[in-house]
């Protein structure tokens, strides 16, 4: 079975601040990795995924990820936050053998002045 | 190129009836999930589509169920409405049945009074 774990259900950064938002995952297979975003009373907009090859993935509005297997991660960061990225976001896993996506609980940002 | 279009945006329905949901997904893609949002239980997976089969099914009761049509678009039924049930709809396309990168729509927001 696969399972995403995100620690804190609640970040909060100030504007122009590094923005770190942690997530674990547990999976039996290689699996595919997701970050989603969700602003207010919308879906799931795609920010970035990991496949395979590079460990490293930039995805949209100048967020980044590294898979990093030993740690079993997928941590999203962006060097400064703008009070644009405030929002919902969601790590997810996919594997073959499960056909779906599993969510994490997701992550709120809140990005202060 | 158009994205995932559910419909309607909003609902509201009464205890004990029911209620069925659309999607369009991205022209070209043949797969088609569902999931429910709510604030307790956050993303849980319904169902997956694919060429108009079930491929796969989330642990919800049998009053939630589902269909394909031959154009890739899907509704999704959930009869004896239960206020539990109130909760935003997503509905996710992907191209194949592999790498599981999907585009949301925006949600159908259904509220049972």
């Known amino acids: 079975a696969q399972s995403v774990t995100q620690l804190g259900s609640h970040v909060s950064v100030s504007e122009g601040a590094l923005v770190l938002l942690r997530c674990n995952y547990s999976?039996?297979?290689?699996?595919?990795l997701f970050w989603y975003v969700q602003y207010p009373n919308q879906g799931l907009q795609l920010l970035l995924k990991?496949?395979?090859?590079?460990?490293l993935v930039k995805g949209i509005n100048g967020f980044e990820a590294e898979f990093k297997k030993s740690e079993t991660s997928f941590h999203l960061t962006k060097p400064s936050a703008h009070m644009s990225d405030a929002a919902e976001y969601f790590c997810?896993?996919?594997?073959?053998?499960?056909?779906?996506?599993?969510f994490g609980t997701g992550t709120r940002l809140q990005v202060t002045l | 190129k158009a994205g995932v279009t559910q419909t309607p945006r909003y609902l509201i329905k009464t205890r004990g009836q029911q209620v069925t949901l659309s999607c369009s997904p991205i022209?070209?893609?043949?797969?088609v999930s569902w999931y429910q949002q709510t604030p307790g239980q956050g993303l849980q997976f319904l169902f997956e589509?694919?060429?108009?089969?079930?491929?796969n099914k989330g642990n919800f009761p049998g009053r939630f169920s589902g269909r394909q049509f031959s154009n890739s678009r899907s509704e999704m039924n959930v009869s004896t409405l239960e206020l539990g049930d109130s909760a935003l709809y997503l509905c996710?396309?992907?191209?194949?049945?592999?790498?599981?990168?999907?585009?949301f729509g925006q949600g159908t927001r259904l509220t049972v009074v």
């Open positions: 996710a396309s992907s191209f194949s049945i592999q790498g599981g990168e999907a585009f």
């Open positions: 999976s039996s297979v290689p699996p595919y």
């Open positions: 990991y496949t395979t090859g590079a460990t």
């Open positions: 997810a896993v996919f594997t073959g053998t499960a056909s779906k996506l599993t």
């Open positions: 022209s070209g893609h043949r797969s």
């Open positions: 589509y694919f060429s108009e089969t079930q491929r």
